[in-house]
């Protein structure tokens, strides 16, 4: 063991556990991929500036997760706590929004960094898979995405999971209820911080996961009850369109979020499996972003789901994915002839887009058939002096233990056909 360990709050990804980590990004984006929505790939850092407006002053995220910090140079940056700020960013950046074809439909994958307590399912460094749909005001699109969401869950084999819906209203709506909800809170019981949030973003108040402070929230006005026709109607289209397509979802009036940036349709993928972490995903529209870091008007929507706590959820359900085994062929030789007549087989296999490794060390027959068997091969190539005297290599199929020979010139071809 070296001296130095992962630091705190992030873990390594190693195989075979690893292999899972893959096949739960590819299954979130998979769906993405087949719907019109394209690669975006931007800095692990931005400006500072970018989250501390685009995420909220007043946030969790900005006031105590961000890793923030001056370079030699003096910028300061801060390590990206979420992705919809940066790929709206980079989007604006690039006038994909002016190319005429809106909205911009765009995904990513990659790290995230927040100085949180870490815990099972709360690490400093985790990852996400994102969508955003960016310069569209349709109900068709935000449906469009939870939908696509459930897509990916499902994919994976997850059931045990909710969808959480509310509408967080507009710049004409929340205003008027954000100023009743001041009023009601500030004739609450609360602690000095707590009151300081009743200025500053009182929404985020009812989202306090305290039992005393949920006591008295009850009888505090909803948003639901504030909202504008305009968010009305718009946010009846969304679950219209979502419950045409047998997705299930709860109405969660008190469903808020903890980035500032939100507009109407908010959601958040809960699972019941997970315990305190029990967010899997979340996202929503964000009407006015753009124009908080400086672009025009770009109605959007997008979530991201958490690629850490959708592998813990799938060992919460019991769920293990079908992983192809990751090489097919195993190649064992015996003498330096061999050495030099599998490696040559190896190297044409894998040309031939067929998974194949080899047994490096200068094994003897033992150990090289343990390294065959952990690599979960199908079939395990031996050559040894007498085969090749015979033009032959020895082909054992590892499922019935069968094993033949084959001629030196044919094994290629066989393998091929064997595998498909
Ligand atoms: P929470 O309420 O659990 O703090 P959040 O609202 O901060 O979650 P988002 O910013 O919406 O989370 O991020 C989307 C998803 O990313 C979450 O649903 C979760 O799956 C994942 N996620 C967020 N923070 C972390 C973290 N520190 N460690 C692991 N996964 C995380
Ligand atoms: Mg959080």
Redesign the pocket.
Known sequence: MSTFKAPKGTYDLLPPDSATYLAVREAIAAPLRNSGYGYVETPGFENVELFSRGVGESTD?VTKEMYAFTTRGGDQLALRP?GTASVLRAALEANLHKAGNLPVKLWYSGSYY?Y?RPQK???RH?S?VGAEAIGAEDPALDAELIILADQAYRSLGLREFRILLNSLGDKECRPVYRAALQDFLRGLDLDEETRRRIDINPLRVLDDKRDDVQKQLVGAPMLRDYLCDACKAYHEQVRELITAEGVAYEDDPKLV???DYYTRTTFEFVHDGLGA?S????GGRYDGLSEMIGGPALPSVGW???V??TVLALEAEGVTLDLPSATSVFAVPLGDEARRVLFAKVTELRKAGIAADFSYGGKGLKGAMKNANRSGARFTVVAGERDLAEGVVQLKDMESGEQEAVAVEAIVGELKARLG
């Open positions: 995220i979420e927040r949180e399912g709360r690490y985790f996400q979020r903890g980035l972490q967010a899997v995903g979340g991201a789901l958490g850490d706590r």
